[in-house]
């Protein structure tokens, strides 16, 4: 796959945070641990980096990437980035 420079530098930032979301991983938060009203914890699915924290009772759907991750969505480039990354 031909990339120009800016996609490859996105790909770059991605394996970087995917790295260091892999180092942290014991560290993330277990929302079936916490007691009853406590807020949830969210991770983007693909690099594993915190998105946010809302209370339990949010009505609104959970984000399932970060915003950068979201953008390499959109651009066909998340799967290429998720293939290196795991290389």
Do not use: W
């Not at 641990?33 to 949010?58: D, K, N, V």
């Not at 990437?65 to 480039?77: F, I, M």
Request: overall charge positive; some cysteine.
């Amino acid at each position: 796959m031909k990339l120009n420079r800016v996609e490859e530098r996105k790909i770059e930032n991605f394996i970087r945070r995917y790295t260091a979301s892999q180092i942290s991983k014991d560290q993330r938060v277990d929302n079936s641990s916490l007691p009853a009203g406590a807020p949830m914890y969210y991770f983007c699915r693909a690099c594993g980096q915190f998105i946010t924290a809302l209370p339990e009772a949010h009505f609104s759907p959970a984000p399932k990437y970060c915003d950068d991750c979201e953008d390499l969505k959109k651009e066909a480039l998340l799967d290429e980035a998720l293939r290196r990354a795991r290389a």
